[in-house]
């Protein structure tokens, strides 16, 4: 089992900035992979950025320029930072991760989740 735990959610103003944490740890292998995911509200679950053990990211087209995705193997921690948030980023962050070492993107490569962490963006 993989135990995931999502921290940093909460109340942004419109343009700030925000550091979403995700602390992985159980049965996990030091080749991995892991994916930040959201759900806005009404709507499924899409890919935000994910990131290689090595350090190889994908992110959406609709967010590239906004986020960065990092991570401290020695800690166990991936980092998600989303700049210049809208309205639009509202919904609940989800952290996965999944035991191959190849990239991707796909949310059916990732098999643990945590439980999110809620981002609301309102003056």
């Known amino acids: 089992q993989v135990q995931l735990v999502e921290s940093g959610g909460g109340l942004v103003q419109p343009g700030g900035s925000l550091r979403l944490s995700c602390a992985a740890s159980g049965n996990i292998s030091r080749l991995n992979r892991v994916g930040w995911y959201r759900q806005p509200p009404g709507k499924q679950r899409e890919s935000v950025a994910t990131i290689t053990q090595d350090g190889r990211a994908t992110y959406s087209d609709s967010m590239k320029g906004r986020v960065t995705i990092s991570r401290d193997n020695d800690k166990n921690m991936v980092y998600l930072q989303i700049d210049r948030v809208s309205a639009e980023d509202t919904a609940v962050y989800y952290c996965?991760?999944?035991?191959?070492?190849?990239?991707?993107?796909?949310?059916?490569?990732?098999?643990?989740w945590g439980q999110g962490t809620q981002v609301t963006v309102s003056s």
């Open positions: 996965g991760w999944g035991s191959s070492a190849a990239i991707s993107s796909d949310i059916a490569d990732y098999h643990y």
